[in-house]
T-cell receptor, first 110, second 117 residues
């Protein structure tokens, strides 16, 4: 079983749609959780951190369920510019080493 | 504020050769981590350097080694290259929190794309 699992997609959605990505992780001692965005042939960029209380940044909402070891990302009112690969990331119990999921590819179409 | 920089951007080598990749961390950061990203996969952790020492290592063979300099910049060396080493090599920098063992958010450089023929 992979340490961090994501549906690879692709998710093909029209502009304005709401789309949700899920991620599960195996290490119950993981300390920190993130969503990164990666454009084609570019480096990953931090999209947002994920907290148990849930957090929102504009059209993006992230949620962590520690009991189920599950992380989610919701994108509302999708834009063409949201097309990218979204990487679910967890740290080890010391918060040092990042473990990435394989990524979920999103394609937003006009 | 200079971000993370890496050199070279692209590199082509043949099997058995050795390669050195370089990384300069974001201004104010003191910790450097290296990741390997094969095509279509997420990045995989290679190792992390802090205070010029390797602090943590992922599941990579000894052919992969590194170094951190007093100015916090870092090198990744790969010996005896294999075809399977072809990947995007990413460097990420962060600031070690003196209040505990947790590192701050990691910021990635643009990567070095290595092709092994």
């Amino acid at each position: 079983r992979k340490e961090v699992e994501q549906d690879p997609g692709p998710f093909n959605v029209p502009e304005g749609a709401t789309v949700a990505f899920n991620c599960t992780y195996s290490n119950s001692a993981s300390q920190s959780f993130f969503w990164y965005r990666q454009d084609c042939r570019k480096e990953p960029k931090l999209l947002m951190s994920v907290y148990s209380s849930g957090n929102e940044d504009g059209r993006f909402t992230a949620q962590l369920n520690r009991a189920s070891q599950y992380i989610s990302l919701l994108i509302r009112d999708s834009k063409l510019s949201d097309s990218a690969t979204y990487l679910c990331v967890v740290t080890d119990n010391a918060g040092n080493m990042l473990t990435f999921g394989g990524g979920t590819r999103l394609m937003v179409k006009p | 504020d200079a971000g993370v920089t890496q050199s070279p951007t692209h590199l082509i080598k043949t099997r058995g050769q050795q390669v050195t990749l370089r990384c300069s961390p974001k201004s104010g950061h003191d910790t450097v981590s290296w990741y390997q990203q094969a095509l279509g996969q997420g990045p995989q952790f290679i190792f992390q350097y802090y205070e010029e020492e390797e602090r943590q290592r992922g599941n990579f063979p000894d052919r992969f080694s590194g170094h951190q300099f007093p100015n916090y910049s870092s090198e990744l060396n790969v010996n005896a290259l294999l075809l399977g080493d072809s990947a995007l090599y990413l460097c990420a920098s962060s600031l070690f929190r003196t209040s505990g063992s947790f590192t701050d958010t990691q910021y990635f450089g643009p990567g070095t794309r290595l092709t092994v023929l």
